[in-house]
């Protein structure tokens, strides 16, 4: 046997490594078919068993080739993976539930604070003042100077009227005095009323939504120069005597106190004036030029109260004033100060209630002020 000569060795040192990694790229091929035929016998159509295809079982015709319905085709080449070099973003966590609204239907009761007005409490559960009137006759007897801190009001869920049940009433009659139909106080949730057997309880109290009513006036009769002497009837203030002739208006009005805004009560059916922001103490002007008809207390809840008729048509009210500081009969001109703001009469707090008429009606004074 012949041996291997020293000097062969040299080139089978250089060939084995070749041969090994020869072997190895015929095995991974070897394996790689071994993996596809696999892959393409699950996914080719069988009915081996009782087993068959998605698409015979739903009885259509397996996909063709260029077909995508199953998804992309093969050939389709796929975006490379790239990592971004932007900022990430990041949601933020909200630990608060977003609570729907749901609309109330019963009556509150409201305790009055200092400060309050009819006005105010209307704004802050969203219904018009004239329905907490309606609802507190018993308590403010359709006067919203009559609020008092400590009292307790109806406040209704909707704007209308609140009425308690007497013997003999029905619902169509009821109804037809609030000017509402009677299946809308039936439907009413917050009523209680059983739909198909509406028997109502005398001394049950209803909310009539939609309902209303007239309202009592509680209002200073206008004074004219030439008949001042009316005005004794309504406190020790009223004037008497012919005040005729005298100082005659501008025709035009400025703001009667130093603040612009009100702090109150604003003008509604209820309250035929403004309630000025002003502190105890703080001058009051003449809005005008004209006569003072009235100069003094009032016995209608107005405290202190000054009247000027302007000689145009016009008068100008000044109520719940702390202090008077003209006469009956005096010419006042605009700009003057006829007396200092105060909490006098029917007030919950120092302010200036302040009335603009012309020829005897109401005119809401921001229609007039500059």
Do not use: K
């Given at each position: 046997?012949?041996?291997?000569?020293?000097?062969?060795?040299?080139?089978?040192?250089?060939?084995?490594?070749?041969?090994?990694?020869?072997?190895?790229?015929?095995?991974?091929?070897?394996?790689?078919w071994l993996n596809v035929g696999q892959?393409?016998?699950?996914?080719?159509?069988?009915?081996?068993?009782?087993?068959?295809?998605?698409?015979?079982?739903?009885?259509?015709?397996?996909?063709?080739?260029?077909?995508?319905?199953?998804?992309?085709?093969?050939?389709?080449?796929?975006?490379?993976?790239?990592?971004?070099?932007?900022?990430?973003?990041?949601?933020?966590?909200?630990?608060?539930?977003?609570?729907?609204?749901?609309?109330?239907?019963?009556?509150?009761?409201?305790?009055?604070?200092?400060?309050?007005?009819?006005?105010?409490?209307?704004?802050?559960?969203?219904?018009?003042?004239?329905?907490?009137?309606?609802?507190?006759?018993?308590?403010?007897?359709?006067?919203?100077?009559?609020?008092?801190?400590?009292?307790?009001?109806?406040?209704?869920?909707?704007?209308?009227?609140?009425?308690?049940?007497?013997?003999?009433?029905?619902?169509?009659?009821?109804?037809?005095?609030?000017?509402?139909?009677?299946?809308?106080?039936?439907?009413?949730?917050?009523?209680?009323?059983?739909?198909?057997?509406?028997?109502i309880q005398p001394g049950t109290w209803?909310?009539?939504?939609?309902?209303?009513?007239?309202?009592?006036?509680?209002?200073?009769?206008?004074?004219?120069?030439?008949?001042?002497?009316?005005?004794?009837?309504?406190?020790?203030?009223?004037?008497?005597?012919?005040?005729?002739?005298?100082?005659?208006?501008?025709?035009?009005?400025?703001?009667?106190?130093?603040?612009?805004?009100?702090?109150?009560?604003?003008?509604?059916?209820?309250?035929?004036?403004?309630?000025?922001?002003?502190?105890?103490?703080?001058?009051?002007?003449?809005?005008?030029?004209?006569?003072?008809?009235?100069?003094?207390?009032?016995?209608?809840?107005?405290?202190?109260?000054?009247?000027?008729?302007?000689?145009?048509?016009?008068?100008?009210?000044?109520?719940?004033?702390?202090?008077?500081?003209?006469?009956?009969?005096?010419?006042?001109?605009?700009?003057?100060?006829?007396?200092?703001?105060?909490?006098?009469?029917?007030?919950?707090?120092?302010?200036?209630?302040?009335?603009?008429?012309?020829?005897?009606?109401?005119?809401?004074?921001?229609?007039?002020?500059?």
């Amino acid at each position: 046997m012949r041996s291997l000569s020293p000097r062969r060795l040299p080139w089978l040192a250089h060939a084995l490594p070749a041969l090994f990694g020869l072997a190895g790229l015929l095995s991974a091929a070897w394996a790689t078919w071994l993996n596809v035929g696999q892959v393409q016998a699950a996914s080719s159509p069988s009915t081996a068993g009782g087993v068959t295809s998605p698409h015979e079982a739903a009885g259509s015709s397996p996909p063709s080739p260029g077909d995508t319905r199953d998804g992309p085709s093969p050939d389709v080449a796929l975006p490379a993976f790239a990592v971004s070099d932007e900022e990430p973003l990041y949601r933020l966590a909200n630990p608060h539930t977003t609570i729907p609204h749901r609309s109330r239907v019963d009556v509150l009761r409201y305790t009055v604070q200092p400060g309050d007005s009819v006005f105010g409490i209307a704004d802050a559960f969203g219904v018009h003042p004239e329905t907490v009137l309606w609802g507190n006759y018993e308590v403010l007897n359709d006067d919203p100077h009559l609020l008092r801190p400590g009292q307790e009001l109806n406040i209704l869920p909707v704007d209308g009227t609140y009425y308690q049940w007497q013997p003999g009433d029905t619902v169509e009659a009821v109804a037809g005095f609030f000017g509402v139909d009677a299946q809308e106080i039936i439907d009413w949730p917050g009523n209680y009323v059983d739909p198909v057997d509406p028997e109502i309880q005398p001394g049950t109290w209803l909310a009539v939504p939609g309902g209303r009513r007239a309202l009592r006036t509680w209002v200073v009769p206008t004074i004219a120069r030439g008949r001042a002497g009316v005005g004794t009837a309504l406190g020790s203030g009223g004037c008497s005597g012919d005040f005729s002739g005298g100082a005659v208006g501008t025709g035009g009005f400025i703001w009667p106190t130093g603040n612009h805004y009100t702090s109150g009560n604003d003008y509604w059916s209820g309250h035929l004036a403004i309630d000025i922001a002003a502190g105890l103490g703080a001058p009051v002007w003449a809005a005008d030029t004209g006569v003072v008809v009235y100069a003094g207390w009032s016995n209608g809840g107005y405290g202190n109260m000054v009247m000027i008729d302007h000689g145009n048509g016009w008068q100008t009210l000044y109520a719940h004033l702390s202090q008077v500081n003209v006469q009956c009969g005096h010419d006042v001109f605009q700009g003057q100060t006829i007396g200092l703001a105060g909490s006098t009469g029917n007030s919950t707090g120092s302010h200036l209630h302040f009335e603009t008429r012309s020829e005897g009606g109401f005119v809401n004074p921001w229609y007039v002020l500059p």
